[in-house]
């Protein structure tokens, strides 16, 4: 959260920006189960190398389950679907996006923030990405 009386080096609706155009520079799947993401970005949180990444993203905790903290994007999402930048899927009771940016839009939105942040979300997305692969070779049958 923003210490009172001054400015994030990047907002809620930046942080989701700049994620998804990480995303699209990179490759990676441009579908994001919107609540999954909010869970699983959630272990990256207090992470030393990541946390000037959350400054202005709220954390929720859940006092009875661990399954039920994640951090809030909620607002960036609306922003999201307000400027087009993503589609809004609905699949049954999941609300999922699509990143709706192409390479070019994407390195143009990378060029607008700092080098460390970007190379900050381009590590972040790379272990969002090898931990979701790592989770999926587990449930495969040899």
């Known amino acids: 959260m923003v210490k009172e009386g001054t400015r994030p080096s990047i907002s809620n609706y930046g942080f989701l920006r700049l994620f998804s155009a990480s995303t699209i520079a990179q490759g990676l799947n441009p579908i994001i189960e919107n609540h999954q993401l909010e ?4 272990n ?3 992470r030393a190398e990541y946390h000037f990444l959350f400054e202005d993203v709220d954390l929720h905790k859940d006092k ?5 903290n994640y951090v809030d994007l909620n607002t960036a999402f609306q922003l999201g679907y307000a400027n087009e930048f993503l589609l809004m899927l609905q699949d049954g009771y999941k609300l999922q ?3 709706n940016i192409t390479k070019e839009q994407a390195k143009d939105i990378l ?3 700092e080098v460390e942040q970007v190379n900050a979300m381009n590590d972040l997305c790379n272990e969002l990405n090898n ?3 790592q989770e999926s070779n587990r449930f495969v049958k040899r």
Do not use: E, P
């Open 39 to 42: 869970k699983d970005l959630y």
């Open 44 to 46: 990256y949180y207090g």
């Open 97 to 99: 996006s699509v990143i």
């Open 111 to 113: 060029s607008s923030f």
């Open 64 to 68: 009875f389950s661990r399954d039920g």
């Open 131 to 133: 931990s979701k692969i």
